[in-house]
């Protein structure tokens, strides 16, 4: 277990640090006016204590992202707690923090708005659809995980489109209310719950001492299906939240169009990723107990949300574990909710469509809605719908944190000058060869096209398509040098 407290450790150290370098290099200011003072609304633009937006932002982005993605990027072996460490300190903390300012200091932009600024207006238009569809992929997964544990844990027998229709129903009122009478009441509460739940996990470890795997024993893949599932791309598409997130980057706007201080963007942005890489860190490193010989319980075909209660019920007493369970629940329906919000503010932008009038708001919201429902139809319907749903929701997911990467970069080097584009610039090239790596690796059955490629030609491709990206922003910089 020395590597995950060796790991905790970094991830403090990073926020302490790193996060502070990459304040500086953005330039706070604690003195310039801020959207929620200056365009004070009632329903999206509503200044909040900033200890309460945190937890709203940590409670937006996490989700079970951090524990269901987690869980899943555990079955590769160690590899999963140095992705989740370097990839939450140097890619998405910084994704999340200067995506979150860039949007402060413009109005609140939403992310589609902050891609079209930088990367031209036809990025724009192609990340608005983009970015609606993630939204709505969102939506079904954080509808469809909460429903199911609830049924399976609560109301076993019943049609489990019970539960999503009630699961809806309250989207559609906590997308529709103004921010601060619903989210920014109850939410807070929730992320309390989610951080509790880690430390049960954490207080857990002490007194069951569980034979976690150390770094030192090798990052062999330790997939049951590694033939079929390559760390790389695999492991980092698994773990979709606990690392980066483009999800991330259209929750931000939620809270700065909430802030009052700038300076509050380091602890609120960079801090709450890094608070979801321990969430992630430390449901990586119990699932890793439970893949491993020594576990207690057969965990082998479980899907990551059997392994929750697998977790809960092994380790905690018959109350522990329901509040546990309730506490993943309620990460899920909070980020679906808001993912739901992004969607219709999104929308609201590209229509220069006023949010104030209700039936302003409905008329957004009603057929996003009737989408969402009609894809949780099929995943229900179909057995393998719902995996097939969560491999497309993470590639997405990366897809879009690759392109705030680059527009961030391209911000960096209008703004900034010099080398300072190079802190996301290297993130930004990574995320490329992972996402391109992945449609033409995985298999069919995980959306991609290794059933019919050689994996040598796949990894070509991938890693052309990072050398067009590479000499594409190259060409640009000389040109506007």
């Known amino acids: 277990m020395i590597t995950f407290f060796i790991a905790l450790a970094v991830l403090i150290l990073g926020y302490l640090i790193y996060g502070k370098i990459v304040e500086k290099l953005f330039g706070a200011d604690p003195n310039r006016a801020t959207p929620a003072t200056t365009m004070a609304d009632g329903v999206d633009y509503v200044p909040m204590k900033p200890w309460r937006i945190f937890l709203i932002q940590f409670l937006n982005i996490a989700g079970v992202g951090p524990i269901i993605g987690a869980i899943m990027g555990a079955q590769f072996g160690t590899a999963s707690f ?15 923090y200067l995506a979150g300012m860039i949007s402060l200091r413009d109005k609140g932009a939403s992310l589609p708005e902050i891609h079209g600024t930088y990367l031209g207006n036809t990025a724009k238009q192609i990340m608005r659809a983009f970015t609606i569809l993630l939204m709505i992929l969102v939506g079904v997964v954080f509808v469809s995980t909460p429903a199911t544990l609830l049924n399976a844990h609560f109301t076993q027998g019943w049609n489990p489109y019970v539960w999503i229709i009630i699961i809806l129903a309250y989207y559609l009122i906590a997308t529709l ?11 807070p509460i929730f992320g309390i719950l989610l951080l509790g739940m880690a430390v049960a996990i954490f207080i857990a470890f002490i007194i069951y001492k569980p034979e976690i795997p150390e770094l030192w024993s090798g990052l062999q893949n330790r997939h049951p299906d590694a033939a079929n599932n390559p760390i790389f791309p695999m492991m980092f598409i698994s773990i979709a939240c606990g690392a980066i997130s483009g999800f991330h980057a259209t929750q931000s706007p939620l809270m700065a169009r909430c802030m009052i201080n700038e300076k509050q963007g380091r602890p609120i942005f960079y801090g709450a990723m890094i608070t979801e890489g321990i969430v992630a860190l430390i449901w990586a490193a119990a699932a890793a107990y439970f893949f491993g010989p020594d576990s207690v319980v057969d965990v082998t075909g479980k899907s990551g949300a059997a392994i929750v209660g697998i977790i809960a019920n092994t380790w905690f007493t018959p109350v522990i574990a329901t509040i546990t369970i309730l506490g993943v629940i309620s990460a899920a329906v909070t980020s679906g909710d808001t993912a739901m919000r992004s969607a219709r503010l999104i929308f609201a932008d590209f229509l220069h469509f006023d949010q104030k009038p209700i039936k302003n708001r409905l008329i957004i ?49 209008k703004s900034k000058g010099k080398h300072w584009y190079f802190f996301t610039f290297f993130p930004a090239l990574f995320m490329t060869m992972v996402t391109g790596c992945f449609l033409f690796v995985a298999k069919a059955s ?36």
């Open 365 to 413: 919201a009603i057929p996003m809605f009737a989408v969402t429902a009609a894809i949780l139809v099929y995943s229900i319907a179909d057995a393998k719908g719902f995996q097939l749903i969560w491999r497309y929701f993470a590639w997405a997911n990366q897809v879009l944190a690759t392109v705030t990467l680059w527009a961030i970069t391209v911000y960096l080097w």
């Open 177 to 187: 209310l103004p921010i601060d009478k619903l989210i920014g009441k109850i939410y």
């Open 446 to 481: 995980d959306g991609g096209l290794g059933s019919v490629l050689p994996r040598p030609v796949g990894y070509g491709i991938g890693a052309a398509i990072t050398l067009i990206a590479l000499v594409s922003f190259w060409v640009w910089k000389r040109k506007h040098k």
């Open 82 to 96: 140095l992705w989740i460490v370097l990839g939450s300190i140097f890619a998405g903390a910084v994704h999340d």
